[in-house]
T-cell receptor
Framework: GQQVMQIPQYQHVQEGEDFTTYCNSS?????IQWYKQRPGGHPVFLIQ?????EVKKQKRLTFQFGEAKKNSSLHITATQTTDVGTYFC???????????????FGKGTHLIIQP | DTGVSQNPRHKITKRGQNVTFRCDPI?????LYWYRQTLGQGPEFLTY????????KSRLLSDRFSAERPKGSFSTLEIQRTEQGDSAMYLC??????????????FGPGTRLTVT
């Protein structure tokens, strides 16, 4: 079945440093979504990428979707303590098309920020 | 609060007992999903509904698990004869679906199940 892998599993950074997490799928994805989960919280949607090579920015966050639509990355510039949490990428399940399936999540990257 | 709600938030049960969880999605959402999350892992897909129809089940959903969405609004997830391996956070999510598009899922706070 489809697998979604994320690295690194944990990332410790000093506040103000940059952070990047990488996501790789075993299959081509119709789209990829990114979620953030704060400690003790539930996943919260950040963004969705659909097009090959797509790049989207949200303030200090930059998301990329690979040309082959099998990998993605999230880069945070100048991390702040509010960025603490686990960042998950997720792709639709076996069925192709309109993103209507249950998502397959990676294991996430835990971002720990030292002030 | 018009977000996704789940009840109860915590459930402690003894092995072999049955438990039922409830999820109330965002009112205008026609898709409802159930996921399971264990410590240090990402959510694992269990099943989803479009309106009242259950369209997909994961292989993780053994015969002891059953989910319903009788009127296309709230949903219940029942686990029969619970086992210690069922201990996890059970997350519900809802979304809209529209032809030709993709959409995000809105997650509820989850029900944390502990089987002793």
């Amino acid at each position: 079945g489809q697998q979604v892998m994320q690295i690194p599993q944990y990332q410790h950074v000093q506040e103000g440093e940059d952070f990047t997490t990488y996501c790789n799928s075993s299959t081509t994805l119709s789209n990829i979504q990114w979620y953030k989960q704060r400690p003790g919280g539930h996943p919260v949607f950040l963004i969705q990428l659909v097009k090959s090579g797509e790049v989207k920015k949200q303030k200090r966050l930059t998301f990329q979707f690979g040309e082959a639509k099998k990998n993605s990355s999230l880069h945070i510039t100048a991390t702040q303590t509010t960025d603490v949490g686990t960042y998950f990428c997720a792709g639709p399940g076996r069925r192709s098309g309109g993103g209507a399936d249950g998502l397959t999540f990676g294991k996430g990257t835990h971002l720990i920020i030292q002030p | 609060d018009t977000g996704v709600s789940q009840n109860p938030r915590h459930k402690i049960t003894k092995r072999g007992q049955n438990v039922t969880f409830r999820c109330d999605p965002i009112s205008e959402h026609n898709r409802l999903y159930w996921y399971r999350q264990t410590l240090g892992q990402g959510p694992e897909f269990l099943t989803y509904f479009q309106n009242e129809a259950q369209l997909e089940k994961s292989r993780l959903l053994s015969d002891r698990f059953s989910a319903e969405r009788p009127k296309g609004s709230f949903s219940t997830l029942e686990i029969q004869r619970t086992e210690q391996g069922d201990s996890a956070m059970y997350l519900c999510a809802s979304s809209l679906v529209w032809t030709g598009g993709y959409y995000e899922q809105y997650f509820g706070p989850g029900t944390r199940l502990t089987v002793t």
